[in-house]
């Protein structure tokens, strides 16, 4: 990628996603305490983006305890934070382009585990630039919770980030790798480790309240058929709440466009029962000799 311009609209557009996340995030993470719902952050955060001239390029995750990804309120969620560990995950887009950052929040008297990953993420970004193999990054971030006492999680990762898709090549692992690939000049990618005190594998829980549309098709129904073309025109690929659809035959209408496979569904993604779970996260931009963190 020889000539890469770093002043192009898209990575202007990345760098004005940055911007809105990380004043977004900041305020985001501020409000969390005991007796706040979780509904009121996730409300509070993508209004806030929209505010701000961005959209959500997700639905804002509050994933708490042993939950790792994937989890954000239902539309009349009440649950309210206790004394807990919550992983506080936004994404923005400005006209598709992404950024994506998570901080960990800790209400549970465990703070170590929240120095764990934002330790690795630390030490990882000081690696990255074109050319860094992401095993390397990988081996960086396993050995800084490993020090800690802690294990990473092996089948989350870092990854990169495309225009109106949040996951593109390449996949930046939480743990050392042989078969990994270089870090291109430009390449514009979020690292993510997590950091916990179970075995460091994730599995799919029963809660699911994101969809993304994988494929448009003809269907039965007017209602469905609404649905597709609303999901099409607000949210393109990128991933959306059940809430921001709505209750009643909206609800109805997303599990019969799922049953087609139209549309696919994000199960939370759990460690171990009673297993804590923190996450760091940024946006980068890989140059010649380092990176620019555009989630700062």
């Given at each position: 990628?020889?000539?890469?311009?770093?002043?192009?609209?898209?990575?202007?557009?990345?760098?004005?996603?940055?911007?809105?996340?990380?004043?977004?995030?900041?305020?985001?993470?501020?409000?969390?305490?005991?007796?706040?719902?979780?509904?009121?952050?996730?409300?509070?955060?993508?209004?806030?983006?929209?505010?701000?001239?961005?959209?959500?390029?997700?639905?804002?995750?509050?994933?708490?305890?042993?939950?790792?990804?994937?989890?954000?309120?239902?539309?009349?969620?009440?649950?309210?934070?206790?004394?807990?560990?919550?992983?506080?995950?936004?994404?923005?887009?400005?006209?598709?382009?992404?950024?994506?950052?998570?901080?960990?929040?800790d209400l549970s008297g465990?703070?170590?585990?929240?120095?764990?990953?934002?330790?690795?993420?630390?030490?990882?970004?000081?690696?990255?630039?074109?050319?860094?193999?992401?095993?390397?990054?990988?081996?960086?971030?396993?050995?800084?919770?490993?020090?800690?006492?802690?294990?990473?999680?092996?089948?989350?990762?870092?990854?990169?980030?495309?225009?109106?898709?949040?996951?593109?090549?390449?996949?930046?692992?939480?743990?050392?790798?042989r078969t990994g690939v270089?870090?291109?000049?430009?390449?514009?990618?979020?690292?993510?480790?997590?950091?916990?005190?179970?075995?460091?594998?994730?599995?799919?829980?029963?809660?699911?309240?994101?969809?993304?549309?994988?494929?448009?098709?003809?269907?039965?129904?007017?209602?469905?058929?609404?649905?597709?073309?609303?999901?099409?025109?607000?949210?393109?690929?990128?991933?959306?709440?059940?809430?921001?659809?709505?209750?009643?035959?909206?609800?109805?209408?997303?599990?019969?466009?799922?049953?087609?496979?139209?549309?696919?569904?994000?199960?939370?993604?759990?460690?171990?029962?009673?297993?804590?779970?923190?996450?760091?996260?940024?946006?980068?931009?890989?140059?010649?000799?380092?990176?620019?963190?555009?989630?700062?």
């Open positions: 990628m020889e000539g890469v311009d770093f002043k192009s609209e898209k990575y202007e557009k990345h760098r004005a996603a940055g911007k809105i996340l990380s004043e977004t995030l900041s305020e985001a993470e501020g409000m969390i305490e005991v007796g706040t719902t979780h509904l009121e952050v996730a409300e509070f955060a993508e209004n806030k983006i929209r505010e701000m001239g961005g959209e959500p390029a997700f639905p804002v995750n509050i994933s708490i305890n042993e939950e790792a990804s994937h989890s954000t309120p239902s539309i009349n969620e009440k649950t309210k934070f206790g004394e807990d560990m919550i992983c506080l995950d936004i994404g923005v887009h400005v006209e598709g382009w992404i950024a994506d950052a998570a901080k960990t929040v465990n703070p170590e585990l929240v120095e764990a990953s934002e330790v690795a993420l630390e030490a990882a970004l000081d690696i990255v630039q074109a050319g860094v193999n992401v095993g390397k990054i990988g081996e960086v971030i396993e050995s800084k919770i490993g020090d800690r006492g802690y294990n990473t999680i092996l089948n989350l990762s870092g990854h990169g980030v495309g225009r109106y898709d949040a996951h593109v090549g390449p996949n930046i692992p939480n743990c050392a790798i270089e870090l291109e000049l430009g390449d514009v990618v979020a690292i993510e480790p997590f950091a916990t005190l179970g075995g460091g594998k994730v599995t799919e829980g029963g809660k699911e309240e994101i969809f993304s549309l994988i494929q448009k098709k003809s269907v039965r129904g007017k209602k469905s058929r609404e649905l597709i073309d609303t999901i099409e025109n607000k949210y393109n690929t990128l991933p959306f709440a059940a809430r921001w659809i709505g209750e009643g035959q909206g609800k109805i209408s997303l599990q019969r466009l799922k049953m087609a496979r139209i549309i696919r569904g994000y199960p939370v993604l759990r460690e171990q029962k009673g297993k804590l779970v923190s996450q760091a996260e940024h946006t980068v931009i890989v140059m010649e000799d380092g990176c620019e963190i555009i989630t700062r």
